[in-house]
């Protein structure tokens, strides 16, 4: 465990890493709620990578139970501005989003 993470080679000995951050319990289940990637490469890597996967979640870069589908597709459609997409497909997006998805 390396802080509020964990890491563990799945299969061994193929430098496939799990990475996961333990984000807290469900206020509404009470399940436990985690965020878990995977990385390839070696343990050093994988220990830095997930050192890097705490910290996203330290600055409240993921939203675990308060991500709503509003939210999610808020912050999906940012993203995609900030990758570059053309003004014109934003455009789109947005209004696709406002008049069909988000009802």
């Known amino acids: 465990m390396y802080g509020n ?3 563990r080679e799945r299969p061994a000995g193929t430098g496939r890493w799990e990475l996961r951050v333990y ?7 009470n399940k ?3 965020v878990s990637r995977v990385f390839r490469g070696g ?13 996203e ?27 570059g997409k053309a003004k014109s497909t934003m455009e ?4 696709h989003a406002e008049k069909h998805i988000r009802p």
């Open 92 to 95: 789109s997006y947005k209004i």
């Open 57 to 83: 979640v330290s600055e409240g870069r993921h939203l675990g139970p308060a991500a709503t589908f509003g939210k999610l597709l808020t912050e999906w459609l940012a993203n995609l501005e900030r990758l």
């Open 5 to 7: 993470g964990t890491m």
């Open 32 to 34: 436990p709620m985690q």
């Open 23 to 29: 984000l807290g319990r469900d206020p509404d289940t």
């Open 43 to 55: 343990k050093r890597a994988a220990t830095k990578a997930l050192h890097g996967l705490v910290q």
